[in-house]
T-cell receptor
Framework: AQTVTQSQPEMSVQEAETVTLSCTYD???????LFWYKQPPSRQMILVIR??????QNATENRFSVNFQKAAKSFSLKISDSQLGDAAMYFC??????????????FGGGTRVLVKP | GAVVSQHPSWVICKSGTSVKIECRSL??????MFWYRQFPKQSLMLMAT?????????EQGVEKDKFLINHASLTLSTLTVTSAHPEDSSFYIC????????????FGPGTRLTVL
């Protein structure tokens, strides 16, 4: 079974600065997807960014970018120019590309991001 | 974008009663819906996978007789917590996967259940 580990329970960043969240995963599969989700205080899960394992290029969405290291099984999220609205729980998630897996997501334990004004 | 709703958003019930939570995909047809449970300051734990017209598949350790899941249509799945007890108090989140959207899961806003 796949596991996803987020080693940082909490990260603090100054407004306008950059913060990087770590995520490692364990899998024997070669084809899969990785995601970062944001859960603000409203608790609505919001997709931040996704990465297909077969793509070497790191995904980017505005101020959010990832560093995907397939061999190291690492998938970190960088938030640039942090804003107060970025304060939330961030979850890293894994999804197998195999049909048998049924689109299930495996989540990491989460990292709380605090943004200081 | 794809919208998923949950109803109710918050429910309080007495111990021993049953509570039904609805999950609806508002602007797309969901072939699969997932039910998660989230305890305070913890991650999402998958409870079960619900496919339209078939029995739900429960994760290991989840009591299927306690958490009844029905996926009667392509836009509606329900989770019924039967004979609820205080330890069932939690935040329940559903998600839905459409026929397109590259199998992305769209999440509902969650339901907070408090059992007295």
């Amino acid at each position: 079974a796949q596991t996803v580990t987020q080693s940082q329970p909490e990260m603090s960043v100054q407004e306008a600065e950059t913060v990087t969240l770590s995520c490692t995963y364990d899998t024997s599969e070669s084809d899969y997807y990785l995601f970062w989700y944001k859960q603000p205080p409203s608790r609505q899960m919001i997709l931040v960014i996704r990465q297909e394992a077969y793509k070497q290029q790191n995904a980017t969405e505005n101020r959010f970018s990832v560093n995907f290291q397939k061999a190291a099984k690492s998938f970190s999220l960088k938030i640039s120019d942090s804003q107060l609205g970025d304060a939330a729980m961030y979850f890293c998630a894994y999804r197998s590309a195999g049909v048998a897996a049924g689109n299930k997501l495996t989540f990491g334990g989460g990292t709380r991001v605090l943004v200081k004004p | 974008g794809a919208v998923v709703s949950q109803h109710p958003s918050w429910v309080i019930c007495k111990s021993g009663t049953s509570v039904k939570i609805e999950c609806r995909s508002l602007d797309f047809q969901a072939t699969t819906m997932f039910w998660y449970r989230q305890f305070p300051k913890q991650s999402l734990m998958l409870m079960a996978t619900s496919n339209e017209g078939s029995k739900a598949t429960y994760e290991q350790g989840v009591e299927k007789d306690k958490f009844l899941i029905n996926h009667a249509s392509l836009t509606l799945s329900t989770l019924t917590v039967t004979s609820a007890h205080p330890e069932d108090s939690s935040f329940y989140i559903c998600s839905a996967v459409g026929m397109s959207w590259d199998n992305e899961q769209f999440f509902g806003p969650g339901t907070r259940l408090t059992v007295l």
